[in-house]
């Protein structure tokens, strides 16, 4: 079974720079598995950030981007604030209708 | 405006059944493949299942497959799911949400989701 592993939390200072990652229990993660990622605020249904690796969904600011650092894809935060403050999934597509979650880890903005 | 919005959770005994529905408007609805995801109390995202557009083809996650029915009405600009056999774990807030697909897969709206409880 695939699993998707994210860090569980992260804090970043405001004003600072912080990149959350995504990977897989076996493997390399690489463009043909279409990484996307969503923000989270409890209470509140996801919000669409990134997809296709690191294209921004639209109405988001610049200061999110998406990458692949060596196996695994990327969010990077670039001048955090504090309404940052959320937890964050990324979703691969594995091919065949099928996607998966990540864990999520929960970003504290201190 | 894209909207999707939510019905039909509630609170179910294990073994019981229960629909969802989930109205879709601002959108040509045939034109996009629709999922269903849900969050378990306190717990991450979890992919539930998916539905192409003309409805001929449709996923599941294992857990379930089996159990679990995506289907949509076009007409009605609505999207369903069938849920039989429920257990304490299908628990959870479920999304209604619109992907994007082929080659990729992404969602890029969201529903505000409706909350199903399974408890005797």
């Given at each position: 079974q695939t699993v998707v592993t994210q860090e569980p939390s992260f804090s970043v200072s405001p004003g600072g720079t912080v990149t959350l990652t995504c990977g897989l229990s076996s493997g390399s993660v690489s463009t043909n598995y279409y990484p996307s990622w969503y923000q989270q605020t409890p209470g509140q249904a996801p919000r669409t950030l990134i997809?296709?690796?690191n294209t921004r969904s639209?109405?988001?600011?610049?200061r999110f981007s998406g990458s692949i650092l060596g196996n695994k894809a990327a969010l990077t935060i670039t001048?955090?604030?504090?309404?940052?403050e959320s937890d964050y999934y990324c979703v691969l597509y594995m091919g065949s209708g099928i996607v998966v979650f990540g864990g999520g880890t929960k970003l504290t903005v201190l | 405006e894209v909207q999707l919005v939510e019905s039909g959770g509630g609170l179910v005994q294990p073994g019981g059944s229960l629909r969802l529905s989930c109205a879709a408007s601002g959108?040509?609805?045939?034109s996009y493949w629709m999922s269903w995801v849900r969050q378990a109390p306190g717990k991450g995202l979890e992919w539930v299942a998916n539905i192409k557009q003309d409805g001929t083809e449709t996923y599941y996650v294992d857990s379930v497959t089996g159990r679990f029915t995506i289907s949509r009405d076009n007409a009605k600009n609505s999207l369903y799911l069938q849920m039989n056999?429920?257990?304490?774990?299908?628990t959870a807030v479920y999304y209604c949400a619109r992907a994007i697909a082929a080659p990729r897969y992404y969602f890029d709206y969201w529903g505000q989701g409706t909350l199903v409880t399974v408890s005797s």
């Open positions: 997809y296709s690796t639209s109405g988001v600011p610049d001048g955090a604030q504090a309404d940052d | 959108f040509t609805f045939s056999s429920l257990r304490a774990e299908d």
